[in-house]
C-alpha cells in the first residue's frame, strides 16, 4: 500500500517565479492537508480539501492556492516566490479517523 | 482556541534509560490529541492519538503517552530509550467542539539519545 507521495522532492526557484508541487494521498483518504515547515519550526497549516474543494484555510497569503482533484490528488501552487517561502511543504492525507499521513516533503528553496 | 506548548526544546537521555517528552493543550471542549515523529528531512510519523477511553495510550516503535486532563497535559514516554528514537517529536491538538478539521502543532522536541 503505497503512502503518501509528493513531487519534487527538492526544487530551487527565483524570487517572483511561480512552483507547483503535487500530491498523491494514502489509498482510500479523501483528505489532503498542505503544511508549510520553516527550518526549525512546526508544520504550519496552510488549506485542506475535501471532495474538491477547499474546505479550510490557515493564515497564508491569497498567493497559497491549491487543487484536489476527483482521484483525490491535490496540487499547491505559490505564486510570486519570496524568499521567505523556502521550507518544507508538507502533504498529509488523513481519514474519519483523524491522525494525519504525511508525505516526505518538497524542499523549495528560493534565490 | 486550540493550543500545544511543549515546553522543552531539547531532552537528553542516555540509551536504556526512560524517557519522556512532554507536552501541554488548550481546548474548550474534549480535546483530540496526536504525537508524531519527524527524522532528518523526512516527513512527519504518526505515532498515537487518544481521542476517548483509557488515559494510557500505547503507539508504534514502544512508545506511549499518558492523558491527563486536570493537569492538560499528554506527555510521551518510552521505558527505555534506544539511540534510533533520536528524532524531533511534535504533539499537536485538535478542539472537538472548535468547529476545525485541523489540528494545531507545537514547536517539536529535539530527542537525543546517547550510547
Known amino acids: 500500500d503505497a503512502g503518501v507521495t509528493q513531487s519534487p522532492t527538492h526544487l530551487i526557484k527565483t524570487r517572483g517565479q511561480q512552483v507547483t508541487l503535487r500530491c498523491s494521498p494514502k489509498s482510500g483518504h479523501d483528505t489532503v492537508s498542505w503544511y508549510q515547515q520553516a527550518l526549525g519550526q512546526g508544520p504550519q497549516f496552510i488549506f485542506q480539501y475535501y471532495e474538491e474543494e477547499e474546505r479550510q484555510r490557515g493564515n497564508f497569503p491569497d498567493r497559497f492556492s491549491g487543487h484536489q482533484f476527483p482521484n483525490y490528488s491535490s496540487e499547491l501552487n505559490v505564486n510570486a516566490l519570496l524568499l521567505g517561502d523556502s521550507a518544507l511543504y508538507l502533504c498529509?492525507?488523513?481519514?474519519?479517523?483523524?491522525?494525519?499521513?504525511f508525505g516526505e516533503g518538497s524542499r523549495l528553496t528560493v534565490l | 482556541a486550540q493550543s500545544v506548548a511543549q515546553p522543552e526544546d531539547q531532552v537528553n537521555v542516555a540509551e536504556g534509560n526512560p524517557l519522556t517528552v512532554k507536552c501541554t493543550y488548550s481546548?474548550?471542549?474534549?480535546?483530540?490529541l496526536f504525537w508524531y515523529v519527524q527524522y532528518p528531512n523526512r516527513g512527519l510519523q504518526f505515532l498515537l492519538k487518544y481521542i476517548t477511553g483509557d488515559n494510557l495510550v500505547k503507539g508504534s516503535y514502544g512508545f506511549e503517552a499518558e492523558f491527563n486532563k486536570s493537569q492538560t497535559s499528554f506527555h510521551l514516554k518510552k521505558p527505555s530509550a534506544l539511540v534510533s528514537d533520536s528524532a524531533l517529536y511534535f504533539c499537536?491538538?485538535?478542539?472537538?467542539?472548535?468547529?476545525?478539521?485541523?489540528?494545531?502543532f507545537g514547536r517539536g522536541t529535539s530527542l537525543i539519545v546517547h550510547p
Open positions: 499537536a491538538v485538535r478542539d472537538e467542539a472548535g468547529g476545525s478539521y485541523i489540528p494545531t
Open positions: 481546548v474548550s471542549g474534549n480535546p483530540y
Open positions: 498529509a492525507s488523513s481519514w474519519v479517523t483523524g491522525e494525519l499521513f
